[in-house]
């Protein structure tokens, strides 16, 4: 199946910077979504992007889909300690036995106050 | 309220015995998933089941057992033939079939302790 890198795996902020994180593959994807895990607990769902060169803003996320669909990203501007957590893309593959879903390896925010 | 229920939150076993955890979903959904996150980890695909009476094996199904025999319950069998299987064991489920993307829900998850 398709498999989605993420980069980087880590990444310290300072409370107030922006920063962006990426999920790329090195084939065409037909969607992608992204979830957030904040520590202990369970992965949430963020956003679903389908379309060529997609945007979609969530007040300080904007995710965005590569004109070729083969990479996303997830930008956050002026982190809060709110923010902290795992951040999974994650791409459904279809088949006739039953859809599943494929996660990349996250990337672990964490915010300086 | 609707969603997704797992017990217990945490599951202490000794080496060799098997051990069920539960999964529970009162969303109507066709599908359920189970997944295992390991710490620092992505989540990794144990089993699936898209409806009931039927369910595949994802990536990394050796070891495990499940079962669907109603539309809400999915649960997963950690049997003595897993060799790692302390980690953190995560059920979802979605709306269902077809060639469409759905939102995925989690329940609150298990961590399994094997010592």
């Known amino acids: 199946g398709q498999q989605v890198m993420q980069i980087p795996q880590y990444q310290h902020v300072q409370e107030g910077e922006d920063f962006t994180t990426y999920c790329n593959s090195s084939?065409?994807?037909?969607?992608i979504q992204w979830y957030k895990q904040r520590p202990g607990g369970h992965p949430v769902f963020l956003i679903q992007?389908?379309?060529?060169?997609e945007v979609k803003k969530q007040k300080r996320l904007t995710f965005q889909f590569g004109e070729a669909k083969k990479n996303s990203s997830l930008h956050i501007t002026a982190t809060q300690t709110t923010d902290v957590g795992t951040y999974f893309c994650?791409?459904?593959?279809?088949?006739?036995?039953?859809?599943?879903?494929?996660f990349g390896g996250g990337t672990r925010v964490l915010v300086k106050p | 309220d609707g969603g997704i229920t797992q017990s217990p939150k945490y599951l202490f076993r000794k080496e060799g015995q098997n051990v069920t955890l539960s999964c529970e979903q009162n969303?109507?959904?066709?599908?359920m998933y189970w997944y295992r996150q390991d710490p620092g980890q992505g989540l990794r695909l144990i089993y699936y089941s898209q409806i009931v009476n039927d369910f595949q094996k994802g990536d990394i199904a050796e070891g495990y057992s499940v079962s669907r025999e109603k539309k809400e319950s999915f649960p997963l069998t950690v049997t003595s033939a897993q060799k790692n299987p302390t980690a953190f064991y995560l059920c979802?489920?979605?709306?269902?079939?077809?060639?469409?993307?759905?939102?995925?829900?989690f329940g609150p998850g298990t961590r399994l302790t094997v010592t």
């Open positions: 992007l389908v379309k060529s060169g």
């Open positions: 969303l109507n959904h066709d599908a």
């Open positions: 979802a489920s979605s709306i269902g079939r077809g060639l469409r993307t759905y939102e995925q829900y």
């Open positions: 084939t065409t994807l037909s969607n």
């Open positions: 994650a791409v459904w593959h279809f088949k006739a036995a039953g859809n599943k879903l494929t």
